[in-house]
DNA sequence: CTGCTGCTCGGGCAAATTTCCCAAGCCGAT
DNA sequence: ATCGGCTTGGGAAATTTGCCCGAGCAGCAG
């Protein structure tokens, strides 16, 4: 690798925050072996940035405006197989951990864990191991065991991404454009997400995506 | 009064979860002084039970099924103005406090309070005293000194009750019939609300009432 | 390889709902 | 007495929903 992998691990941090961002850089630059060397606030962003610096590890939330986190995860790694994602993100769900390790990330550490373990994290990371957080673990644990899984896991991944932005308030044009979808599939998946999860009300599917920890409120 | 006010304070219970209602009954006869003398499980059946048993105190929690909580105050004092109601409930919103206040009630006390804090603002509503409980004065101390008020503020009463069952996941016509209104109604009910609270979904709507206590998720 | 299945994406269309404007009764305040 | 605000609903246009459909594409079993 380059002579910055040398003198430690290089990385570039994806979160729609600022402040966030911000913070996380602090925490991980005290390290001493962990550099930011670049920012991205959305995935378009984040593969530009990828290309420019070519980071050891990308640090990101893939719960962010724009694009899916997981198109971004498929995307870095379709051009740059190397590349090592680790998500960081307040999510907590199984399909979803499923769907970014599937996508292609690394690692998968909630933003809830101690600050230790995105360190930890990232390091495993950078050195090709796989990495994830307790709490991710026992979620995928107790997923594993049973099996009467979470009405999520009913839900395609798109279907996922459509029911979080919906459930976060995003109007059905907003959800079409950032997805680059028609308004029509939109309204088809909301239809879809309503008889698979049962709901009968918008109200109903913002309430199950909240107590799905889809959405924070 | 009568003789078991003599020996006493006589309580009608109302609450819509029978369990609820049965474990507040055991607290409350575990004083001593506290006689559980019938229970209601909706406003309709409330006002009937208060005239047979003329109870020292109703306790009664106002997010039933069926007509608003409210109502049901107002219905009791309208005919007995004498009657002291003790609003019991999960809702800590100052509009709710007020709007129960204003209705008839004599105390307010939330259900995250202790038992203990029950049992005193029974004894005080019996005395003919108002009451309530730690969280609501300070509730209603914030909001009395902040000059911009909670967005449900803005809303009457029947908008707060609307928008409180369909948040709560209840459909069009499930509200209207609740509250014996026309789908019309509240179907304008429901265009109003999120006009005055500047939601554009009906998502953000129920993350409105989420985040304001009016709905617990 | 060949089907099969499941996800993604969207068209179509009738039925339902939402949006927005308006009116009337009622009640409290000025 | 009048004004404003709450409550209740009608009406009509615009949108969305509910369901049906087909196509492309991936993965997987036979």
Same mark, same amino acid.
């Given at each position: 690798?380059?002579?910055?992998?040398?003198?430690?691990?290089? $990385?570039?941090?994806? =979160?729609?925050? *600022?402040?966030?961002?911000?913070?996380?850089?602090? %925490?991980?630059? /005290?390290?001493?072996?962990?550099?930011?060397?670049?920012?991205?606030? +959305?995935?378009? =962003?984040?593969?530009?940035?990828?290309? %420019?610096? =070519? *980071?050891?590890?990308? %640090?990101?939330?893939? /719960?962010?405006? #724009?694009?899916?986190?997981?198109?971004?995860?498929? +995307?870095?790694?379709?051009?740059?197989? &190397?590349? &090592?994602?680790?998500?960081?993100?307040?999510? +907590?769900?199984?399909?979803?951990?499923?769907?970014?390790?599937?996508?292609?990330? /690394?690692?998968? $550490?909630?933003?809830?864990?101690?600050?230790?373990?995105?360190?930890?994290?990232?390091?495993?990371?950078?050195?090709?191991? &796989?990495?994830?957080?307790?709490?991710?673990?026992? $979620?995928?644990?107790?997923?594993?065991?049973? *099996?009467? #899984?979470?009405?999520?896991?009913?839900?395609?991944?798109?279907?996922?991404?459509?029911?979080?932005?919906?459930?976060?308030?995003?109007?059905?044009?907003?959800?079409? /454009?950032?997805?680059?979808?028609? %308004?029509?599939?939109?309204?088809?998946?909301?239809?879809?997400?309503?008889?698979?999860?049962?709901?009968?009300?918008?109200?109903?599917?913002? &309430? @199950?995506?909240?107590?799905? #920890? @889809?959405?924070?409120?």
């Amino acid at each position: 690798m380059t002579e910055v992998a040398a003198t430690g691990i290089s $990385v570039l941090l994806v =979160d729609d925050h *600022p402040i966030v961002r911000q913070g996380y850089r602090r %925490v991980l630059e /005290s390290q001493g072996d962990l550099h930011v060397v670049a920012e991205a606030d +959305n995935a378009a =962003d984040a593969y530009g940035a990828f290309k %420019v610096h =070519d *980071p050891d590890v990308v %640090v990101m939330d893939i /719960s962010m405006p #724009g694009a899916s986190g997981l198109e971004a995860i498929r +995307n870095i790694r379709a051009r740059s197989p &190397r590349a &090592r994602i680790l998500v960081f993100t307040m999510h +907590n769900e199984a399909v979803l951990v499923k769907a970014a390790f599937s996508a292609g990330a /690394s690692g998968f $550490v909630t933003k809830s864990s101690e600050p230790s373990a995105v360190v930890t994290a990232i390091r495993s990371v950078a050195r090709g191991e &796989r990495a994830m957080s307790d709490d991710i673990a026992h $979620v995928l644990a107790e997923d594993s065991l049973s *099996p009467t #899984g979470s009405v999520l896991d009913q839900l395609g991944e798109r279907e996922i991404e459509i029911l979080r932005q919906f459930a976060g308030g995003a109007t059905t044009e907003q959800i079409a /454009s950032h997805l680059n979808l028609s %308004v029509k599939t939109v309204q088809n998946y909301h239809y879809l997400i309503k008889t698979k999860t049962g709901a009968r009300t918008d109200a109903q599917l913002v &309430r @199950l995506a909240a107590t799905c #920890g @889809l959405t924070k409120i």
